[in-house]
């Protein structure tokens, strides 16, 4: 049997990717024919005849495949496909998620459940990576494919006369760095890296992606029309309304939907990442190549070809990520100093994760503070190193908080820029909220939209609760918005909570001018002496929420923070429809809406 094994990955935002990468290196050490695919990108009437498979996939929304699985997925589902479909593969499923969404970890699960049913063997039970866990999914992936290679050693031994390559081997890199000469340079283009630095591609863009589809290879090269901060200077957070222009785009969205931006590296971290590699020229130009086909080149969006050394530091590296355990195996290689070797080799060992937990999660170290803290070895790597080293910077989801209906050609989204204390010394930056809140008038963003899993009801008579704290309330004042000028004969209940009505009351002239459908209810935290949270608004509306809910079939919305609040402002509808259901009728009935898709929830952590 051929010592192939084929990685399939369903990733929104490029994690399970990473990690599929990452089987597909340990699978090489160990001498396999490894395969690394997107699950769409890999021809699935193929999949019945691959002997090892393992499976690498995110949850997205409540409970959705991500983006580059929904085909394949969609086909494995089909009822017509024998039982026996895939009787001769083995395999494992690696699901990666965040165990404050209600739905963690379901497209793993039901992954699984379809691989068994269509006749495959399951090597070992799934496992479920947990953005929570103090060491983040790597905590179970671990272990997990510790596993996973024993069981496949028995399977498929390695053949005689070889053994697995050492980690004191230095594998090859990702990509191939080809750099161009002075000549050829100069008549190459590359998009200028400014404050604008998207202006050059713009025009393009536009031509090249016809019916308003864009994606992160083909981004809308949007023009900031506003960025207003919405609370007072003397607020604890500072929260923006991003106003773009998106005329002439013709991109169509629907209360609910996201919009995704790529942001750049602030400027202060570029400027430090050329400060611990001063013999870099910023100005350089190379090409990548991608020697192994189950490693696409990055999106020219993020990437251009050719791409100056400075323009990859802006766009394309992120310097801000918590380097990973492979991060410190790569360093080790590149080191001449001794104490640095051997810290970089014990934060490989299953005993150095305590230590390496202290050092770089907890804290929320990122890449450019390790590269600084190990100054003997950075110099020594090779740029093109810095490919593995350094993952793509991902793009941001944000709800919409503006409608076509009511503002047409302008795309807002309610921005909260994210900076907190840890054990350092410097505080810790939200990447794309803080390069959004330091852009000017007619700067350009790279965005596109995806549809959300927000869902409001098609006919015209059903009500609507909505529950949403803080910039929660986006994807309300889409729908509200929308509603709105349609002159909705629906009832629209939005309960809204913040910390001041003077501070972060967001929108609270348009409430007000809104139709006699709409009515808000607000809880302002810190505006008394006893706290008050959405939750007891619900509790207080008891009677209201029975007839919207029971009486009139209404639909329940709940945007906003993970933490506590959506599972709190739960338990607030089950003890109000307990008042006529009962308490375990009322939590049956909340169980339904949730099957039915009346009871929905956004949230993030």
Same mark, same amino acid.
């Given at each position: 049997m051929e010592r192939r094994i084929l990685v399939l990955y369903g990733s929104q935002t490029g994690t399970a990717q990473e990690v599929a990468e990452r089987v597909g290196r340990e699978g090489k050490r160990l001498h396999f024919n490894v395969q690394v695919s997107g699950f769409d990108e890999f021809p699935i009437n193929q999949l019945p005849s691959e002997p090892l498979v393992v499976y690498v996939c995110s949850t997205t929304g409540q409970g959705e495949e991500p983006d580059n699985m929904k085909r394949s997925w969609r086909l494995l589902l089909r009822k017509n496909l024998p039982a026996d479909s895939l009787t001769v593969q083995r395999f494992g499923v690696l699901g990666l998620g965040d165990s404050s969404y209600p739905k963690f970890n379901l497209v793993a699960k039901k992954l699984n459940k379809r691989l068994l049913q269509l006749g495959a063997v399951q090597l070992l039970p799934p496992g479920f990576g947990d953005d929570q866990h103090d060491l983040g999914p790597d905590f179970v992936v671990d272990s997990w494919l510790e596993n996973f290679w024993k069981l496949a050693l028995q399977i498929l031994p390695i053949p005689d006369g070889k053994s697995p390559i050492s980690k004191d081997v230095l594998p090859e890199p990702k990509y191939k760095v080809v750099w161009i000469d002075e000549e050829i340079s100069n008549s190459c283009d590359t998009v200028p890296v400014t404050a604008d630095s998207c202006e050059a591609a713009a025009d393009t863009a536009v031509t090249t992606t016809s019916g308003g589809f864009y994606s992160q290879q083909k981004p809308f090269y949007s023009k900031i029309i506003s960025c207003d901060r919405l609370t007072p200077e003397s607020h604890f957070q500072d929260v923006r309304l991003v106003r773009a222009d998106i005329s002439g785009s013709g991109i169509d969205y629907s209360p609910g939907d996201i919009s995704l931006v790529q942001p750049h590296n602030l400027q202060e971290n570029v400027d430090f990442f050329f400060s611990l590699f001063p013999n870099l020229e910023k100005e350089k130009k190379f090409l990548l190549e991608a020697p192994d086909p189950s490693f696409p080149l990055p999106?020219?969006?993020?990437?251009?070809?050719?791409?100056?050394?400075?323009?990859?530091?802006?766009?394309?590296?992120?310097?801000?990520?918590?380097?990973?355990?492979?991060?410190?195996?790569?360093?080790?290689?590149?080191?001449?100093?001794?104490?640095?070797?051997?810290?970089?080799?014990?934060? $490989?060992?299953?005993?150095?994760?305590?230590?390496?937990?202290?050092?770089?999660?907890?804290?929320?170290?990122?890449?450019?503070?390790?590269?600084?803290?190990?100054?003997?070895?950075?110099?020594?790597?090779?740029?093109?190193?810095?490919?593995?080293?350094?993952?793509?910077?991902?793009?941001?989801?944000?709800?919409?908080?503006?409608?076509?209906?009511?503002?047409?050609?302008?795309?807002?989204?309610?921005?909260?820029?994210? $900076?907190?204390?840890?054990?350092?010394?410097?505080?810790?930056?939200?990447?794309?909220? $803080?390069?959004?809140?330091?852009?000017?008038?007619?700067?350009?963003?790279?965005?596109?939209?995806? &549809?959300?899993?927000?869902?409001?009801? &098609?006919?015209?008579?059903?009500?609507?609760?909505?529950?949403?704290?803080?910039?929660?309330?986006?994807?309300?004042?889409?729908?509200?918005?929308?509603?709105?000028?349609?002159?909705?004969?629906?009832?629209?209940?939005? %309960? %809204?909570?913040?910390?001041?009505?003077?501070?972060?009351?967001?929108?609270?002239?348009?409430?007000?001018?809104?139709?006699?459908?709409?009515?808000?209810?607000?809880?302002?935290?810190?505006?008394?002496?006893? &706290?008050?949270?959405?939750?007891?608004?619900?509790?207080?509306?008891?009677?209201?929420?029975?007839?919207?809910?029971?009486?009139?079939?209404?639909? %329940?919305y709940v945007a906003g923070n993970s933490k506590q609040m959506p599972s709190q402002v739960r338990e607030a509808l089950v003890d109000a429809l307990a008042e006529r259901l009962g308490k375990l009728e009322a939590e049956n009935y909340v169980d339904q809406m949730e099957l039915k898709g009346r009871y929905q929830t956004e949230t993030w952590s």
């Open positions: 999106p020219e969006s993020v990437l251009p070809r050719p791409c100056t050394i400075l323009q990859a530091v802006t766009t394309y590296f992120d310097i801000q990520s918590i380097p990973k355990r492979y991060f410190f195996e790569l360093l080790s290689h590149f080191t001449s100093d001794e104490l640095e070797k051997e810290k970089f080799i014990e934060f $490989n060992t299953a005993e150095g994760q305590q230590d390496l937990y202290e050092y770089c999660n907890r804290p929320r170290r990122h890449t450019l503070e390790v590269l600084y803290d190990f100054r003997h070895t950075t110099p020594n790597i090779p740029f093109d190193y810095l490919f593995d080293l350094i993952p793509q910077i991902k793009p941001r989801s944000f709800s919409i908080a503006s409608s076509k209906a009511k503002h047409r050609d302008t795309l807002e989204l309610l921005v909260a820029v994210v $900076n907190y204390r840890s054990n350092l010394k410097s505080p810790r930056k939200g990447l794309c909220s $803080n390069w959004l809140s330091r852009l000017q008038k007619d700067n350009k963003i790279s965005v596109w939209t995806r &549809k959300g899993t927000m869902k409001f009801p &098609k006919d015209e008579e059903t009500p609507c609760v909505m529950v949403g704290p803080g910039t929660g309330v986006a994807p309300f004042r889409s729908y509200i918005s929308a509603e709105n000028v349609n002159s909705c004969s629906r009832k629209l209940l939005l %309960f %809204f909570g913040c910390r001041n009505k003077s501070a972060d009351f967001f929108f609270s002239e348009e409430w007000s001018s809104c139709s006699e459908k709409v009515e808000v209810l607000t809880a302002f935290s810190r505006d008394q002496e006893d &706290k008050v949270y959405v939750q007891h608004l619900i509790q207080k509306n008891k009677a209201v929420l029975c007839e919207l809910i029971l009486d009139k079939s209404g639909w %329940f």
